[in-house]
């Protein structure tokens, strides 16, 4: 019996770690009998045992120092023999190259892609390694999870109490922006997924949800016989399951969102949706060129009982400032003339073998994101439909918004301060001097704030000889700390209230960064 040790970093994330839970089953009670850890971040009680293997997941790209420190903890609990250590997952696989290229970690098995194949060749074992003859076992990635590993850590992730599966991998898309086809490939349907659950069950007990991994479900050739397996698994709309005295809502997720490009072409899709527990529908709608097929979508959506809607916008791609706020202002006509209720989620693009969340896109500046992220922080990272919300967080029009994401970023971050408070004769001024810009005076100020750290603010009036501009500056200046404090106690900053349950809240790690 060998000591297993799988790792985690500490980042926060929505979901448990499925790579690491079904490497858990290889090696549990289940698989070899193996003695099986599972720990989150660089726990120092993990020093008192000796590890044959670790095993470590990635997810997000811009979370590398972090990867990196995990992986420099991993080497020294096992004595600097770095042949025992395993590095997979989502950043592992995108950035390979870059893993294997740093010269610290030579020897560290980097895994690329699904662990789909034969075990000991997918985990790249020799022959004479631990279980290195394991050519004819089960695939790991076709396992089930082990939920046990779970309560081996203090961390609760927002969403475990469900089925975790695919019905399918891969993506018939092509998208620049996405990572699939280096991860998973072209599309591929799963077999059943019925016995799936039903082997989770009878190990780990009932899930309350059912949570879809797929990247495009409504592509696969099985979409209608995985819809009817999910009515035949109790999965209905109003289906609850009981625990005790209590009795919990089911729910069926697709959490990475479906194609309008493929629902906008026939009702059936929607139709199908609607006979299960879905909640809520996510469709992606990453850029204005998906404008038509997304409201066809939204509409169908509608005209079948689908009325709770939720979607994924992708920014700082090829699209503007003003394009995202078409795109979120579109779903607040939908909600009004419809009566329906739309949540959006914008994205902010990040290259997918990146290590940090430093990249601006062509017409965005560097000033702009930052001050989008202080406003989906008190959000949540939601953007509402319901109008009131919307034009509070975003603006009432498309330049509000331009000018809203110009603002000083403590005017941002303390609106009800600067907008209504005792900061308001500071804000007016500040108003006064900006509205009076020219078209070619913002886009200077756009640029020049973008330019240098928040720190370095003070120095801008330097930077230019527009004496409008320098008249700005003294505003972008930080406040000081013993201010900010003052502010935040004085108005008890409160982060506006979105309606939506952490379940269906999307998961972005990077959006609380600073």
């Not at 999870?145 to 993506?171: E, K, M, N, T, W």
């Not at 990572?179 to 989770?200: H, M």
Request: charged share 25%; net charge neutral; proline share 6%.
């Amino acid at each position: 019996m060998a000591n297993i040790l799988l790792i985690e970093p500490d980042y926060k994330n929505k979901y448990p770690p499925l790579g690491l839970m079904k490497i858990a089953q290889y090696h549990g009670p289940h698989g070899k009998r193996d003695s099986v850890r599972f720990i989150k971040g660089c726990d120092e009680k993990a020093r008192s045992t000796a590890w044959e293997r670790i095993y470590i997941t990635t997810l997000f790209s811009f979370e590398y120092p972090r990867i990196a420190e995990t992986i420099e903890f991993a080497i020294s609990l096992v004595g600097g023999q770095q042949s025992r250590v395993f590095v997979g997952g989502i950043a592992a696989s995108l950035m390979n190259e870059q893993f294997l290229d740093e010269p610290r970690w030579g020897g560290v098995r980097f895994i690329k892609g699904l662990l789909d194949g034969p075990p000991a060749k997918a985990l790249q074992l020799d022959i004479d390694e631990l279980y290195g003859d394991d050519m004819l076992g089960t695939p790991i990635e076709e396992l089930v999870p082990d939920y046990d590993i779970l309560s081996q850590i203090p961390y609760q992730y927002p969403v475990s109490d469900a089925y975790f599966l695919y019905a399918s991998r891969g993506c018939i898309r092509k998208c620049h922006f996405c990572g699939v086809p280096k991860l998973e490939g072209a599309l591929k349907d799963n077999p059943s997924i019925t016995k799936a659950v039903r082997d989770i069950a009878e190990r780990y007990g009932e899930k309350k949800d059912l949570i879809f991994m797929d990247n495009n479900v409504v592509a696969s050739t099985r979409y209608k016989e995985v819809i009817a397996e999910i009515r035949d698994l109790g999965f209905v709309p109003g289906a609850k399951l009981k625990r005790g005295s209590r009795s919990l809502l089911r729910r069926v997720d697709f959490n990475q969102g479906v194609d309008a490009r493929i629902l906008s072409k026939d009702p059936m899709y929607l139709r199908e949706m609607a006979t299960i527990a879905i909640k809520p529908l996510r469709i992606a709608f990453d850029h204005l060129g998906l404008k038509d097929p997304y409201e066809k979508s939204i509409r169908y959506a509608q005209a079948v009982g689908l009325d709770q809607l939720s979607n994924y916008m992708l920014y700082n791609f090829h699209d503007s400032p003003l394009d995202l706020y078409e795109r979120m202002a579109l779903n607040v006509r939908l909600n009004e003339e419809l009566g329906i209720r739309i949540w959006s989620f914008p994205m902010r693009y990040q290259p997918t073998d990146r290590p940090d969340r430093t990249f601006v896109g062509e017409k965005w500046r560097r000033y702009e994101l930052r001050a989008l992220q202080i406003i989906l922080q008190a959000t949540h990272g939601v953007v509402s439909g319901e109008p009131e919300f919307f034009r509070h967080a975003f603006g009432s029009s498309p330049r509000e918004f331009e000018e809203l994401l110009l603002r000083p970023q403590h005017f941002i971050f303390n609106r009800d301060w600067y907008e209504a408070g005792p900061g308001k004769a500071e804000f007016d001024d500040f108003y006064s001097r900006f509205s009076a810009l020219s078209t070619a005076q913002r886009s200077e100020l756009r640029d020049l704030i973008s330019s240098v750290d928040p720190a370095a603010f003070p120095s801008l009036v330097n930077m230019t000889k527009d004496r409008k501009i320098q008249a700005l500056v003294p505003f972008y200046r930080l406040p000081p700390r013993v201010k900010e404090r003052e502010i935040w106690h004085a108005q008890h900053q409160a982060k506006l209230t979105v309606g939506l349950s952490s379940e269906e809240i999307v998961e972005d790690a990077g959006l609380l960064e600073d």
